[in-house]
């Protein structure tokens, strides 16, 4: 099996920071992309930033300038650290994850975690 297991969320005032982690662990082969996404009550998940796993990263243009994705591939793990937090950045915080394992190597499925809420407020 493949578990994500996110931490790092929690309250925090506005311009704050907070640092999200997400560790992939099980019956791994092999990591593709990784990326967080969040959903604030009664809106869609969106993509927040996805990083390669040669560590080209993408960002949605709401939180370019303000959030950073990273990621160690020998600990399976990515990262997100935000800066200048807003309370639109209120949501729930998902990680997801594109994995191969050893059983089916050239297949990719993608995986989710269980979500970290961040709550932006004063």
């Known amino acids: 099996q493949v578990q994500l297991v996110e931490s790092g969320g929690g309250l925090v005032q506005p311009g704050g920071s907070l640092r999200l982690s997400c560790i992939a662990s099980?019956?791994?082969?092999?990591?593709?992309?990784m990326g967080w996404y969040r959903q604030a009550p009664g809106k869609e998940r969106e993509l927040v930033a996805r990083i390669s796993s040669g560590g080209s990263a993408n960002y949605a243009d709401s939180v370019k300038g303000r959030f950073t994705i990273s990621r160690d591939n020998a600990k399976n793990t990515v990262y997100l650290q935000m800066d200048s937090l807003k309370p639109d950045d209120t949501a729930v915080y998902y990680c997801?994850?594109?994995?191969?394992?050893?059983?089916?190597?050239?297949?990719?499925?993608?995986?989710w975690g269980q979500g970290t809420q961040v709550t932006v407020s004063s």
């Open positions: 997801g994850a594109h994995i191969s394992k050893f059983d089916n190597r050239r297949a990719y499925y993608l995986y």
């Open positions: 099980g019956s791994i082969f092999s990591i593709n992309d």
